[in-house]
C-alpha cells in the first residue's frame, strides 16, 4: 500500500458565508457545524489495486461503515453521523478520480439515507475546481494515473 | 449544574480505590488456591499462618463475596472521581471559551456566557414550569426530550435551571440552545436589545419572535428579576459522532455573541474528547 502525506486543507477555501435557515418558523443565519468541515485529505492505494480518498475531520473518532454505490465505487460514512469519510475508487471504477468523486457526492446529495448534506456540500468545495490545492490532492502517483 | 469542584483529597482517595482493587483481585487468586487445597497451601506460608489460613479454608466464600462486593465498590467511587476531575477540565474549557470570546466587552463575566448544554429524553422537573397544572407544557411529557444546562462560565448565575424544550419534532423547540441542536448547524442570533424589567411589551414581543421562546415565558423570566441576553451564538456538540448537546455564547451587547473571536473548531474538539470519558 502507497501512502501520500496529509494534505491539510486551506479553512478558508471552506468557510461559507452565514445562510438563512428556517428553524422552528424563524429565519435565522447558520453556519455548518465545525464537525462538518474537512481539515485534511489524503489519498492511498489498496493492495487490490482500489484507490482510496481519505477525508479527515477535527471531530474525535466514530464507527464507520462502507456503502456500496454501485459500478464498483465504495464510500465510508460514519455510523453516526453520516458524514463522508473516505472515497473507495475499485479498479474497475472507470471514470477519473475526480469524475467519480462528483458523481458519489451528487448520489449522496440526492438520497435521503445520507442525512449530512452540509459535509457533503463541503467536501464538494475541497473537490471543486477552484480550490487551488485540488491537484496537491490528486497529485499522487496512481490515484488518477491511466484515468484521466 | 454539575458540581466541577476538584479536590487533592479525592486524587489520593481515587488513588487508593484503584490499588484496593489490585489488592482485592489478588486476595481473591490466593483465597481460592487455599480453599482448593488447604494443606498443600500451607508450605508456601510459615507455621503462625496456618491457623489463619485454615480460618480462611472455612469462610472463602464469605471472604470472595466480601472482597468482590467493595472491589466493586472501589470500582464505582474511583470512576466517580475520575468523572468528576473531567468535569473540572470541562469547566476550565467553557471558562476559557468564554474568555476568549467575549475579550473586551463592558460588563460583568455573567453578562458574557458560554453554557454547555446536555440533551436528555428525560427530564423529571424541567424549569421554568411551562403551565402551572404541568411543568412540561402542552402535549409534552417528561420524555419528551430536554437541554439541561451542565456547565456554565464564570462564578455568578450557577444555579440556573433554565431547561429548553427539544423534542423529536424539531419545529416546536425552545430557545436558542433548541434551535441549535434541531438545525445541527453553527446559529448565531441577534435581538436589538437586552431584555429587562424596563422592556416594553413591544420589546418582549420582537424578542420572542427571533429566540424561539414564547412572549408569556420571556415575561416569566421578567418577572423572575432575570435579564435576558441580546445575542447568541451556538454550535452543537458531538461525542463519538452522535449529537451530545449544545455550547451556546450569550452575550447582553447585541453583537457580543455574533462577534466573538473564537476559534470553534478546538474548544468544541477539545470537549467531545473530554466528554467520551464522562
Redesign the interface.
Known amino acids: 500500500m502507497s501512502t501520500q502525506n496529509l494534505v491539510i486543507l486551506n479553512q478558508k477555501d471552506l468557510d461559507v458565508p452565514?445562510a438563512d435557515?428556517k428553524?422552528?418558523?424563524?429565519n435565522?443565519?447558520?453556519?455548518?457545524?465545525?464537525?462538518d468541515?474537512p481539515e485534511a485529505v489524503r489519498t492511498y492505494d489498496e493492495t487490490d489495486g482500489s484507490h482510496v480518498i481519505e477525508i479527515k475531520y477535527?471531530?474525535?473518532?466514530?464507527?464507520l461503515e462502507t456503502v456500496d454505490l454501485g459500478g464498483d465505487v465504495f464510500v465510508r460514512t460514519?455510523?453516526?453521523?453520516n458524514?463522508v469519510y473516505a472515497f473507495i475508487l475499485g479498479v474497475k471504477s472507470g471514470s477519473p478520480a475526480l469524475n467519480a468523486v462528483k458523481r458519489v457526492l451528487g448520489l449522496m446529495l440526492e438520497r435521503d439515507k445520507f442525512s449530512r448534506k452540509?459535509n457533503y456540500r463541503l467536501v464538494g468545495r475541497v473537490f471543486s475546481n477552484a480550490n487551488a490545492r485540488l491537484d496537491d490532492i490528486l497529485a499522487f502517483t496512481n490515484v488518477n494515473k491511466g484515468k484521466k | 449544574m454539575i458540581n466541577a469542584k476538584y479536590s487533592t483529597w479525592k486524587t489520593l482517595v481515587g488513588r487508593w480505590m484503584g490499588a484496593y482493587i489490585w489488592l482485592a483481585g489478588a486476595l481473591i487468586a490466593v483465597v481460592a488456591l487455599i480453599q482448593k487445597d488447604p494443606v498443600a497451601a500451607a508450605q508456601y506460608f510459615p507455621q503462625w499462618l496456618v491457623p489463619v489460613l485454615s480460618w480462611t479454608g472455612i469462610n472463602s466464600w464469605l471472604i470472595v463475596l466480601f472482597l468482590t462486593v467493595t472491589g466493586a465498590l472501589a470500582k464505582l467511587g474511583r470512576d466517580s472521581f475520575n468523572a468528576a476531575f473531567i468535569w473540572t477540565l470541562i469547566q476550565d474549557v467553557i471558562d476559557r471559551v468564554a474568555r476568549e470570546a467575549f475579550p473586551n466587552l463592558d460588563g460583568l463575566d455573567h453578562h458574557h456566557r458560554a453554557t454547555l448544554f446536555r440533551y436528555q429524553q428525560w427530564c423529571v422537573c424541567p424549569t421554568p414550569v411551562r403551565l402551572w397544572w404541568w411543568p412540561y407544557g402542552r402535549g409534552r411529557w417528561p420524555n419528551s426530550g430536554w437541554l439541561v444546562p451542565i456547565v456554565r462560565s464564570g462564578h455568578a448565575t450557577q444555579k440556573s435551571r433554565t431547561v429548553f424544550l427539544a423534542p423529536d419534532d424539531?419545529?416546536?423547540?425552545e430557545g436558542v440552545a433548541?434551535?441549535v441542536w434541531?438545525?445541527?448547524?453553527?446559529?448565531?442570533?441577534a435581538c436589538a436589545k437586552a431584555i429587562d424589567p424596563s422592556a416594553s411589551v413591544g420589546d418582549i414581543n420582537t424578542y420572542s419572535?427571533?429566540t424561539?421562546v414564547t412572549s408569556e415565558w420571556v415575561q416569566q423570566q421578567v418577572d423572575a428579576g432575570k435579564v435576558l441576553s441580546a445575542s447568541f451564538k451556538g454550535?452543537?456538540i458531538?461525542?463519538?459522532?452522535?449529537k451530545w448537546g449544545v455550547l451556546l455564547l450569550d452575550s447582553r451587547n447585541p453583537k457580543g455573541a455574533i462577534d466573538a473571536p473564537l476559534n470553534?473548531?478546538?474548544h468544541?474538539?477539545i470537549l467531545?474528547?473530554l466528554l467520551?470519558r464522562t
Open positions: 452565514a435557515l428553524v422552528g418558523g424563524i435565522v443565519a447558520t453556519k455548518p457545524s465545525p464537525y468541515v477535527m471531530g474525535p473518532d466514530e464507527p460514519g455510523r453516526n453521523s458524514r452540509d | 424539531a419545529d416546536h423547540v433548541g434551535a434541531a438545525s445541527g448547524k453553527l446559529l448565531e442570533v419572535a427571533k424561539w454550535i452543537p458531538e461525542v463519538r459522532g452522535q470553534v473548531t478546538n468544541a474538539y467531545g474528547k467520551e
